[in-house]
């Protein structure tokens, strides 16, 4: 059960210097004798004490004949604290091992786009499939920006470059964005405006802005 006391952290400390003062286990009726003067608490705080202690794993509690028994030795506090510390370390392992994860992500997604660009420029796609292609790696790009966000308290340094990075290949998208736009315009000297229109529609879908006569602008 949770302590109904709200515990002072300069309290505790005392209680807790008591317990590691004298090296030996003690009675909840000891405690509530010796803790009062110790630590200016009165005895009916006591347990609530000794319940957050125990609670931060800073004190040793066993149940012996009848009665509880209360006791804690400074090694005990450093193992504490070296656990902490590892569970830490551990966390931020993971972290790191998933940032790292979403970076080679990001380069692969580069990778894909600049193939993407090359065929194109080639004329290995149709431009439906280029359009496909294109939503799909927008698509991923966001989610790498929402993982990347959810990180950003583990790593800051890193995410930071990480945001970087993807806006940059945010504005290269924005950049092959232009080159359909500059097949368009291609496309309208081959067939004309109407057959261009036709053509938007179609691949578009719901992208096609009618205002704007052409893809939907991109909001970043």
Known sequence: MAPKTNCNSVKLNSCLSYL???????????????????????????????????????????????????WSFPSQDQIVKQKILGEVQSGHDKAFTIVQDLKQTLADKEAQREEEEEMVDTGGESREEVMKEKSELEAELKQLQKELAAYRDSDPTEIERKQKETKELFANIEQYTDEIYSLEAWFRTMGGEDAVKGLQQAIYGDEYDEEEGGLREMVA
């Open 20 to 70: 590691q003062r004298t090296r030996v286990a003690h009675t909840i009726k000891d405690l509530e004798k010796q803790l009062p003067s110790v630590a200016s608490i009165n005895g009916m705080q006591v347990k609530d004490y000794l319940q957050t202690l125990q609670d931060e794993n800073k004190i040793c509690v066993e149940k012996i004949g009848s009665g509880n028994w209360y």
